[in-house]
């Protein structure tokens, strides 16, 4: 490993303090500035006075994991996750790429790798159901808590905590397979709470009549909270029915409290998956997160 | 009242036997076969040897409740729900169309008039949302309960029973903030069993780990059983994503099993929203309904 990053950076960069105290737990999901490389992030996050970022495998490896985590440190910001891990439901579990995933969170010092539990065997994300569909739900939910198994203590020995990420029920067929706070709940609590916790993400879990006190159950095993809104309509391609807070449906100020009493003192992501958000200038989207943040969602 | 129907048809008309005694509680609900009228839909089922229909308000006004009536038991038909009332989360909870809506099932001897309960305060269903957005949906979900202290003593003098249907949460901002079955029992036991009934719709409410629990806990709360499959990927317009029985990702065994071992003895409803099934021939539909009722759900 070199201490020169590509690109001839230097290797230290102070980072100014966030103009208003609100925004100290701000995080940058890179894939919210998704024209990004990883370096342009961190530059971007240093420059808007971000503290934390939530990486993505695939900008990560644009470094390799030892060389990104260097320049994430460099620049004094947190890593608040990892995404992402998961896909379990096919015949082996996938158990080689979530080890590695493992492995790439513990180089980044990363506060959690995000699981997306994959949904029936057969399912391609986003795609039609192939000859080899599986509509066994059962089948695939007991691959997940299977392949959980294993991944738990493995993430366990290299101080890396996993966090299950119920998707909204509209992906269960091609995402995910986890749909509420409280199935991910009763996964992770076979699990050391230091191994397995979950992600609480306004977008996926707003509508859920049971979201508050499954919030208040899950206490220090929320892993990270992560904030973006539900549009509607929805759009063609429903992956990208997150938008900027404020523009949606979703009400910020039940949840983030819940989330506050249930103790969690973590950063707060913003992770849009949108077509605007990523046609537009990233610097412009950053700016609009931050008042957004302070605009629309309660003080943690 | 007039005994001559529109059309001249006489006023009764035999209704032969259908071929498989599997298909003795099949029930076309009538947007099935949109292109269809009140007519050609009870025509149809009598040519397809099915004995219960499902109808719509918008189909029946063509004649009118008491005609519709009339038109259906000559055919020798079952009712077996009328389609729909509800959007109740409005500010005066749109009780006068809800009156009109239990007169009209109590006209019909409808099994259950489903209520489709509505979504956030100002969203227009399919639409964006207006000025008047409200994001409370605790506040949403409270007028619903108080729709249905009103409404459900005025239909059980009527002899009508209200079915509260839980909607695939993708729907919960502009169409139901009933999003699972379980909120919507929570709801239903607040009242009388004969007065207030859930629907378990296959396409709403699949996804959900908790569902075969609540299936077994409804039990005679259950007012309707409806199969539809859940097409992946989702079309543009989310509300056209059912799909006949086989084509999409639901195992309809597990489900049905569990409604049959709840205790219910009504019809199974057909109820698909599709751009593709909408522009086929509907005898075609029909004949398609039935083959794929007897290989994809096993027997009730």
Redesign the interface.
Known sequence: MSDTLPGGRPAAVETPAPADPRLDRLSLNQWTTRGWTLEQAVDGCVRHGIRSIGLWREKVAEHGPAAAARLVADAGLRVSSLCRGGFLTGDDGNLDDNRAAVDEAAALGAACLVLVVGG?PG?VP????GGG?S????LA?ERVARALDVLAPYAGERGVRLALEPL???Y???RA?L??L??ALDLADRHPVEQVGVVVDTFHV?????VLAQIARAGDRIASYQVSD?L???P?D?LLARGMMGD????FG?LTAAVRAAGYRGDVEVEIFNADVWAADPDEVVATMKRRFVTEVPPM
């Open positions: 029936l399912v986003g795609g039609s159901p569909l509509r066994d739900l059962a939910r909204h029920p509209m269960c067929a091609d397979v749909s509420t409280a199935q707003w509508w859920d009549p049971d539900f509607v309509p929805l063609a429903v949606g449906v979703i009400d039940p």
